[in-house]
């Protein structure tokens, strides 16, 4: 067990250097060819023992395999403390879903070894698939920020797959990988019996018997060629891609406005705040202008605003549009009611009036709403009761935090420009495909994704961002504007391929025409079908292994 905790310490430090992070900030192909021996332990760990060691063994080895790439939350420039809770719970909630999968594999293989190459796929992409659904309803399940695909972008050939499968099919070409490498490296440490004694390995794993090994080559020959058709596929469908955007006769020439200021920042919403942000867009919209710019593009958190509130400054905000005859998207906090508010993003025209909007449907935890809040409110009252009640003893004053949610959107809508239809995938929506697909099928040609970065200002935060906005274009063939309010702007081509970056932290006007793209992809179309093949197959062997066990006793 000593040798394995080594291992996964390793797999920890692999981590560190695959996905973006304060040691490599930058997508690299070291990254993308690293990430597929990451797992490897995993996958033999599951082949190798049971009950309460394997699911510890597989649990940390997952964990190594992605918590170290949690680290960011940390490094939080804000609310370090609520950085540390999400991260502990992260870790958590992954080694419970990893452990109790892995269980659940090796009850499975026991019976049929063979399986494997079938098997430790459809775990790894069910474990996968299952924290894609379930992190956009439970707080405890970490966000999909670092699938086992996303390394891949530094290799573009690979993830054309995306179109036909979405993201989990690049992460079954590293799964494929990976429990190949795991069943060659299962034969290599069963023939040699000092290593079986040092790893105490349980008594019933034994080597393949020659009907296995043939069942295993033939199970890999065609996991293989499948993913291989998928790939190449993908790629011929990215050429006519590539002529197509080249060659289009319909596009929009848009702006993002990277002004690398926050006033969330600054700690306090004041009039000196107001009248800066103004004064810096203003001299950006104006840039814009001069580069024959036709929308205008804004961060979250552009202007301190929250309508109808802030009615002075937003009419500031309409004059300067006025002024410069740019239509605009921008984001604005709107209150319906004392107890209802959205972030809501409006589309401005020339003359500064309203002619769409769209209310953002991902809200960020502990960012627009509180998690719990009916178990947190209670506490923090308590707390706060007593610190009122022994200031004069212990000087504690009580927690001030937001006493209001944001509400979430309900449904994808596109915004008219010039003759073609965009739409808004707002920060975290970048993470979740369907927002995507949605908005695809009513009709967008484009996407823009403005996001605030002002918690996570490095150049790694921004790079995974950038990885998940090449996925979701390759998963759609539609071009994405991606900018953040304190960190770079972007646009990544139909292929999934990052066009234009702007400097990292510094002040720019990125002005770009992004061609207009009608298609739909197999996965627009389809949704997650490649998902729920490969959960089918884990189940069909379930059940297998299920009947299997049962005809042994009772034979």
Not at 490 to 502: E, M, Q, T
């Amino acid at each position: 067990m000593a040798i394995f905790l080594g291992i996964i310490f390793v797999q920890s430090i692999f981590s560190l250097l695959i996905w973006p992070s304060f040691l490599l900030p930058d997508m690299n192909l070291f990254s993308a060819l690293a990430v597929f021996i990451l797992p490897i332990p995993c996958l033999v760990i599951v082949q190798m023992y049971s009950g309460k060691r394997l699911f510890v063994l597989f649990g940390l080895s997952h964990v190594a395999c992605f918590l170290p790439a949690a680290i960011l939350l940390l490094q939080m420039k804000y609310h370090v403390w609520i950085g540390f809770i999400i991260w502990f719970m992260v870790g958590l909630s992954t080694f419970a879903i990893a452990g109790l999968t892995g269980v659940w594999g090796r009850l499975v293989i026991r019976r049929m070894p063979w399986a494997m190459v079938f098997v430790a796929p459809s775990l790894m992409l069910f474990v996968e698939y299952l924290m894609i659904l379930l992190s956009q309803t439970f707080i405890l399940i970490p966000p999909p920020e670092t699938l086992y695909a996303y390394p891949l972008v530094a290799i573009p050939p690979l993830i054309q797959i995306a179109s036909f499968t979405g993201v989990l099919g690049a992460s079954a070409l590293v799964a494929f990988f990976a429990t190949t490498a795991a069943v060659v490296l299962r034969e290599k440490i069963l023939a040699n019996p000092r290593w079986r004694e040092q790893l105490k390995i349980d008594p019933d794993v034994v080597p393949f018997s020659v009907p296995d090994r043939k069942k295993v080559l033939w199970g890999s020959v065609a996991v293989g060629v499948g993913l291989l058709l998928l790939v190449v596929l993908g790629n011929v469908e990215a050429v006519r891609v590539a002529q197509q955007q080249a060659a289009s006769d319909r596009s929009v020439k848009a702006a993002l406005l990277q002004a690398q200021f926050d006033p969330a920042t600054t700690g306090k919403w004041n009039r000196t705040v107001e009248n800066t942000a103004v004064r810096i867009y203003r001299t950006m919209m104006m840039q814009a202008k001069e580069k024959d710019a036709e929308i205008l593009f804004f961060t979250e958190n552009a202007f301190p605003m929250v309508l109808p509130r802030s009615q002075r400054l937003w009419e500031e905000v309409r004059e300067v549009i006025r002024e410069v005859e740019l239509s605009a998207i921008i984001g604005v906090i709107t209150e319906v009611d004392k107890d209802l508010s959205y972030n809501m993003w409006y589309q401005l025209n020339t003359l500064g009036e309203i002619e769409g909007y769209y209310t953002k449907q991902a809200l960020v935890p502990f960012g627009e709403y509180l998690p719990l809040r009916k178990v947190i409110d209670p506490v923090i009252a308590v707390i706060n009761r007593i610190f009122n009640t022994t200031y004069s003893l212990f000087k504690l004053t009580a927690i001030e935090y937001d006493n209001y949610d944001l509400a979430q959107g309900k449904e994808s809508k596109l915004f008219s420009v010039n003759d073609g239809k965009i739409f808004l995938a707002v920060c975290d929506e970048i993470m979740y495909s369907k927002y995507f697909r949605a908005g695809v099928a009513l009709g967008g040609e484009a996407v823009f994704a403005p996001n605030a970065s002002n918690w996570f200002q490095r150049p790694a935060y921004f790079n995974r961002r950038l990885q998940m906005t090449a996925f979701r274009a390759v998963e759609t063939r539609r071009w994405i504007g991606q900018l953040s309010s304190m960190g770079g702007s972007a646009f990544v081509d139909a292929l999934g391929i990052i066009r234009h970056a702007s400097p990292f932290a510094t002040r720019s006007v990125n002005v770009q025409i992004v061609p207009l793209l009608t298609g739909k992809t197999l996965y627009v179309q389809w949704g997650d079908w490649f998902a729920w093949f490969w959960l089918a197959i884990l189940f069909g062997f379930s059940m297998a292994a299920f009947i299997f066990s049962r005809w042994k006793r009772s034979t």
